[in-house]
């Protein structure tokens, strides 16, 4: 099977920039806290980069729900974060997003055992749910948040515990207890791959649900797809582009698929191009075969 | 048959992670608290654990707050601390000052990185994190008359000297409530625990108080309080 060369790879750039956000969000209690440098503040509820900050959509919406008011620059800090959905979907999760980044460092550690690695890595999925659930996680948090009237997803949002438990244990020299929720999250990573992202996570819901109408999708060739089905079993989401599915609002545009496809078959493409296609007709694509 | 059997035990398994998940979250809550919804969760700020300057009143502030951290990264005293899922429940992740452990200094850096409003920007002389409150029976230079000594570390370490703390003609210190920022530097640095008869105890205390601007405050409310 061809492979592509290493720096044509588009998932070499997602583990590049995963490791960087990850690095950022880690770091910055460190130099904060040693070098009182504030150049950075926070983690994925809210980054404050300079004099931009950056607040995620749906710990803004539930501090909306739950205050019933709004505040001017926590809207403006969630502009950002929903351009960013508007145009190319669930990115955050798949290039950013810190838990990602250990479930892929999981993943590839898996890689690495002898005569097991590539089964370990791209395993099947041992607990498979209906797709819409997510749907209903996002409701269900939404519901509950405003039953107790305090949000909730503040405090248990694994990307947000990586920095908050970086912090504390920082800070304060002590991790609390709520670190038991990213280590649940990893775990049910075991069995099925993302399985929280997949099935669980209300952000991702969210992302998910302005990401429909997202600019940068995975484009599937059916004339040139051999049908090995390998993109299949690469997809951490569990979808199948192998039929189609890559357009749908559950793909995370990680590009794995795009990268493991041997023919070319998948590929990243913007969705209006600005240029009206023509359909060809059909007596030139049976003179060709 | 083999299938079915699988799919039964799996949802058994969700339904009971499920289930341990929702009380493990309801649990932090106080239940006999659910009779009246407005008071159904119990803030743990109380004498002395108060929220950092420029905040929102206290029944607003959880809601507000996204628990970012960003205050306690900018807190260049590292003296803003978290409520953890032990200690706060549903507050689990917002920040507090414990005045016993280190007071604020007042730098007010903290409040221009909220991104919610939580923590409101305003003048050092604004703030209202709290009022001290002097015991007398504890208080050093009050009971001079027993103790003989004439200490006035409390008017000393006062950001606002001489306009939230005031000495009388025989020293001894005064909190004028309406100037009071709840700081806490007075209650941190006062030195009658070390007086042997009060085994410990300081003779300041913050007390939280419910609204911030200065306008606002009657001291009837301070004295109810």
Redesign the interface.
Known sequence: MARKSFWKRITIWRYLFLFVCFVIVVG??FT??YG?I?FI???F????VGNL?V??PL??V??IL??K?F?M??LV?MVVPVTLAFLMGRVFCSWMCPIEFLSMLTDKILGLVPKWGNKLKYRPDL?RLSKRLLWFALVTELLLTMI?????F???SPP?LV??ET??YV??KHV???LTIVVVVLLLNLLTRRMFCRYFCPLGALLALIGKWRQLVIRYDAGVCVGCKVCDSRCPMGIKPSVGESQSVYCWNCAECVDACPTNALNFTWRDKGVLKVPSPPVALGKKT | MEKRKSTES?RKFLKVSLGAFLSG?LTS?DLSRFKN?KT??KSPIGPNVLRPPGAVPEE?F?????????C???C?Y?CI??F???TGG????TPYVNVMEKPCYLCM?CVY?C???SLVPCAKEDVRMGVAVINRQICVTWQQQKTGLMCKTCFDVCPFAGVAIKIDHDFRPYIVEENCTGCGICAYSCIADTWYENKGKKAITIMPIKWKKIKEIKLEDIKKS
């Open positions: 910055n209690p904060n806290y009182d504030n503040q926070g983690w509820q809210s980054l404050g900050w607040v995620s710990e803004g539930e501090s739950t205050a008011a505040y620059p926590s800090g607990i107790v009237g305090y949000p909730l503040v405090w248990w947000g920095g908050r912090m504390f800070f304060y609390t207890i709520e | 799996r979250a809550c919804p159904m969760v607003h959880a809601q507000k707050c996204i628990r970012c951290g960003r306690g990264e900018v260049p590292h601390k978290y953890d899922v032990k549903v507050f689990s992740g850096k990185v991104p919610t409003g």
